[in-house]
Structure formats: structure tokens, C-alpha cells
């Protein structure tokens, strides 16, 4: 385990014009789909891991994370999720890639209805209850509680830190996950997710 740091919390990440860039591209290419990839562990609408404009998104963000934390960092992987209406996170800390992770909102409807992300961790004596990734109803105790609108981007470390969403009331919430490792670190093989280059494609 890393030494831990506290979250941060970006209100603006992207120029607004990136982001209207970024969306609308999402919302084509996703409301073209032919099939869902369903994640079963969310049962998130849409899962994409490498998708090339959010690994370019990853690479061009690299200088303002290693300014927020203050590291050298390697990209590792981008995650793209569209949480629709029903979908969760459970309980999870995230595996070496996710040294560094930015939940970044991309766009949802309605916009202006935020949708948190928890981070805690295990507490039997917290009178809050929720689902671990093996579907146990658990307690936990909720250190940070973060409202995401379009925009918002959070800056954690994803292993050490339990994190969850609960169901999504949106018709859809747009998250992209750009993950990073400490090039000085224990995980920085973990460089571009150990594939050949950002972009590679390890699952078609
Ligand atoms: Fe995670």
C-alpha cells in the first residue's frame, strides 16, 4: 500500500469547449451502438477500456495530475463508463493500473442533478450499509462524499481506498477513468497497462 493522500476535488477540469467536444463524441459514438458491453459488476450500460480519444484525453492530462500530486507518472489504462438508470458500484478497491485514479464526469442527463461518489472503508460499528463487490450488504464508514456534475474530476488513489457509487437515477451519467502509476514507484511497470502503447487493443 501507497501512502495515502487525501482526494482532490477539481471543479474544472477540462476547457469547456474539450468537454463539449468530449460529450457529444460520447454520445455519438454510444448511442450508435450495435451491442452493449454491459459490466456485469455495475451492470453500467457501457464499459470501454482504451477507447482512443479518452487515451489521448489520458496522455494530454498527464502534467496537470503529476502537478496535483506532485509525482512523475506513466498512464496506464482509460475506462469509459455510461452509468444509465439501475446501475451501482459496489465496494472496491482498484487493482496496481489504478495507482492514481481520475474520475472525471463527462456529461449526464439531467445535468445539473449530481451523482456522489463514496470513499471509505470497513466499519462494523457505522450504521451505513452497502453492497461489497461479492454482493454482501456490509458497513462502512463514508470519509468522503463527492456531489459529481459535469466536469468535476476527482484525483485518489483507487487502492487504497474503498469506493462505491449507489444506484444511478440519471438516464445516463457519463464517467471517463484516466489511471496513472508513480514513475519512481512500485507499480510503474504497470506503464500503459503493461500493453505495447496507449491505445492497444489487448481484448479484440
Ligand atoms: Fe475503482
Not at 24 to 46: L, V
Not at 63 to 74: A, D, H, S
Not at 89 to 105: G, K, N, Q
Request: charged share 25%; aromatic share 14%; with cysteine.
Amino acid at each position: 500500500m501507497g501512502r495515502i493522500v487525501q482526494p482532490i476535488f477539481i471543479k474544472e477540469f477540462l476547457p469547456n469547449q474539450i468537454l463539449n467536444l468530449v460529450y457529444t463524441y460520447s454520445i455519438i459514438k454510444f448511442g450508435n451502438q450495435k451491442k452493449f458491453n454491459i459490466d456485469t459488476s455495475t451492470n453500467s450500460i457501457i464499459w470501454e477500456h482504451g477507447d482512443y480519444l479518452m487515451e489521448a484525453l489520458m496522455d494530454l492530462s498527464t502534467p496537470v495530475i503529476e502537478q496535483n500530486v506532485n509525482k512523475k507518472l506513466f498512464p496506464t489504462y482509460s475506462g469509459f463508463r455510461v452509468y444509465d438508470k439501475g446501475a451501482d458500484l459496489p465496494t472496491h478497491i482498484d487493482r496496481p493500473s489504478c495507482e492514481y485514479t481520475v474520475a472525471l464526469c463527462l456529461g449526464s442527463h439531467p445535468a445539473e442533478q449530481p451523482y456522489e461518489i463514496f470513499i471509505g472503508e470497513k466499519d462494523d460499528s457505522s450504521d451505513y450499509k452497502y453492497y461489497s463487490a461479492d454482493g454482501d450488504l456490509e458497513r462502512y464508514k463514508i470519509d468522503y462524499k463527492f456531489p459529481m456534475l459535469p466536469n468535476n474530476a476527482i484525483i485518489f488513489k483507487g487502492m487504497d481506498k474503498l469506493h462505491w457509487r449507489e444506484p444511478c437515477e440519471h438516464d445516463h451519467f457519463i464517467t471517463v477513468f484516466l489511471h496513472y502509476v508513480d514513475q519512481d514507484g512500485e507499480h510503474k511497470d504497470f506503464k500503459y497497462d503493461k500493453r505495447p502503447a496507449l491505445g492497444f487493443k489487448r481484448y479484440e
